[in-house]
């Protein structure tokens, strides 16, 4: 389905079952008339083969889905652009049906990859070294928004139906694009639950890593409800440090980040949790910020992963050079912590850590107010031509 074909399913206003739940499915059959039982069939074409349309359903009547195609549509965001960097990693810039725009990246590696997905289109955090911090908050994305985003990164390398076995090239999700999670998180879990439905896309919970810059009041509540790996958007061992380039840390600390992360359920050392740690030049890269990470973490089990600064247009921070990473990561082994260095992916295509971001922008009320007025008339014609064409 193309970009013109899905802003007019938006407009004919036929709700998208891409992003319900199972009784959300059933809720929506027996509103037409139809029996609950449907609802399995429709979730086995939708989340396990990745159906795109009714008429694919070959074990539902013919008059069945004709009644679907009136009143649904299986629909995921728009690509409004796609790039492929020369190490492999794929962008795409998604634009969803209120024209508003986020950015999702796989990262493949030999036989398997990782698909970072945004939860919010821009972020309410102002992380200072992170390129979407620059973009002001323009809202949070729904569970269809969320979920379509993984979905159409399946489609476009062909991954339908869910394999059912190891072999995946999209075999793991990050959320750990566009925004916070945390701050997003009725909307994140229900699609992450969606995700991990074993009959469906069949996602596990060790496959995918939730990553939050510090909300201390959803973590343990994420891990609970979820029970998916958490990653710590750390960047600094002391206060002063990483408030300077992290305000949330004036709202949470260390001191009650790491306690809700020592009190993560399921927190073992056979499931550890990651800290990212941007490394910024000059910044909080000496090795005196090394020995006091090792201080700060220490009980906690944990591994790190430390990122070499990506620049992105206009940023004032700078990359340390090799030497200086390689010691800081040489210091963390010795004190018998797993500190990999994250080779750079997609920086050709700005799709690294940090470097995503859109165009899109808050609209004021008066502004989405006439929006929203044009795509009702949009509608209201549609819906007057499809009745003149029937008679």
């Given at each position: 389905?193309?970009?013109?074909?899905?802003?007019?399913?938006?407009?004919?206003?036929?709700?998208?079952?891409?992003?319900?739940?199972?009784?959300?499915?059933?809720?929506?059959?027996v509103?037409?008339?139809?029996?609950?039982?449907?609802?399995?069939?429709l979730?086995?074409?939708?989340?396990?083969?990745?159906?795109?349309?009714?008429?694919?359903?070959?074990?539902?009547?013919?008059?069945?889905?004709?009644?679907?195609?009136?009143?649904?549509?299986?629909?995921?965001?728009?690509?409004?652009?796609?790039?492929?960097?020369?190490?492999?990693?794929?962008?795409?810039?998604?634009?969803?049906?209120?024209?508003?725009?986020?950015?999702?990246?796989?990262?493949?590696?030999?036989?398997?990859?990782?698909?970072?997905?945004?939860?919010?289109?821009?972020?309410?955090?102002?992380?200072?070294?992170?390129?979407t911090?620059?973009?002001?908050?323009?809202?949070?994305?729904?569970?269809?928004?969320?979920?379509?985003?993984?979905?159409?990164?399946?489609?476009?390398y062909?991954?339908?139906?869910?394999?059912?076995?190891?072999?995946?090239?999209?075999?793991?999700?990050?959320?750990?694009?566009?925004?916070?999670?945390?701050?997003?998180?009725?909307?994140?879990?229900?699609?992450?639950?969606?995700?991990?439905?074993?009959?469906?896309?069949?996602?596990?919970?060790?496959?995918?890593t939730?990553?939050?810059?510090?909300?201390?009041?959803?973590?343990?509540?994420?891990?609970?409800?979820?029970?998916?790996?958490?990653?710590?958007?750390?960047?600094?061992?002391?206060?002063?440090?990483?408030?300077?380039?992290?305000p949330?840390?004036?709202?949470?600390?260390?001191?009650?980040?790491?306690?809700?992360?020592?009190?993560?359920?399921?927190?073992?050392?056979?499931?550890?949790?990651?800290?990212?740690?941007?490394?910024?030049?000059?910044?909080?890269?000496?090795?005196?910020?090394?020995?006091?990470l090792?201080?700060?973490?220490?009980?906690?089990?944990?591994?790190?992963?430390?990122?070499?600064?990506?620049?992105?247009?206009?940023?004032?921070?700078?990359?340390?050079?090799?030497?200086?990473?390689?010691?800081?990561?040489?210091?963390?082994?010795?004190?018998?912590?797993?500190?990999?260095?994250?080779?750079?992916?997609?920086?050709?295509?700005?799709?690294?850590?940090?470097?995503?971001?859109?165009?899109?922008?808050?609209?004021?009320?008066?502004?989405?107010?006439?929006?929203?007025?044009?795509?009702?008339?949009?509608?209201?014609?549609?819906?007057?031509?499809?009745?003149?064409?029937?008679?």
């Amino acid at each position: 389905m193309n970009d013109s074909a899905l802003i007019t399913v938006a407009a004919e206003q036929r709700r998208n079952l891409v992003g319900l739940d199972r009784n959300e499915l059933k809720e929506a059959l027996v509103a037409i008339g139809e029996k609950p039982f449907r609802a399995k069939q429709l979730w086995h074409w939708i989340y396990h083969r990745g159906a795109t349309s009714f008429g694919a359903m070959t074990d539902l009547g013919k008059e069945l889905r004709v009644k679907l195609e009136e009143q649904f549509v299986i629909a995921r965001p728009a690509i409004a652009r796609q790039q492929t960097s020369t190490d492999g990693t794929r962008k795409w810039l998604f634009h969803f049906a209120d024209g508003q725009k986020a950015e999702t990246v796989f990262i493949p590696e030999e036989d398997r990859g990782a698909v970072c997905i945004s939860s919010q289109v821009g972020c309410t955090l102002t992380c200072r070294f992170c390129h979407t911090g620059t973009q002001r908050l323009v809202r949070n994305l729904k569970a269809p928004e969320i979920v379509g985003q993984f979905m159409a990164a399946r489609d476009s390398y062909g991954e339908w139906p869910t394999p059912l076995d190891e072999r995946r090239m999209l075999s793991n999700i990050v959320m750990m694009g566009m925004g916070e999670p945390l701050y997003n998180f009725d909307e994140v879990a229900k699609a992450l639950k969606i995700i991990m439905a074993e009959d469906g896309i069949a996602l596990g919970k060790r496959r995918i890593t939730l990553s939050t810059a510090g909300v201390v009041p959803e973590i343990e509540r994420c891990g609970r409800e979820l029970g998916v790996n958490l990653a710590i958007s750390l960047h600094a061992p002391d206060d002063d440090t990483r408030s300077a380039i992290m305000p949330i840390n004036k709202k949470y600390p260390l001191k009650d980040l790491m306690a809700a992360v020592r009190n993560y359920p399921g927190l073992t050392n056979a499931r550890r949790v990651t800290f990212e740690y941007v490394m910024l030049k000059g910044v909080n890269d000496s090795l005196a910020h090394a020995r006091a990470l090792t201080k700060l973490v220490a009980g906690i089990p944990c591994k790190f992963n430390l990122i070499p600064f990506n620049p992105w247009p206009g940023a004032t921070y700078e990359c340390p050079d090799d030497a200086t990473v390689q010691a800081f990561a040489d210091l963390l082994a010795t004190a018998g912590f797993t500190a990999p260095i994250r080779t750079p992916r997609g920086r050709d295509i700005l799709a690294a850590c940090g470097q995503l971001r859109t165009d899109s922008e808050r609209r004021s009320a008066k502004e989405q107010r006439l929006r929203d007025a044009e795509e009702r008339t949009r509608a209201q014609a549609t819906r007057a031509e499809k009745e003149h064409a029937d008679t």
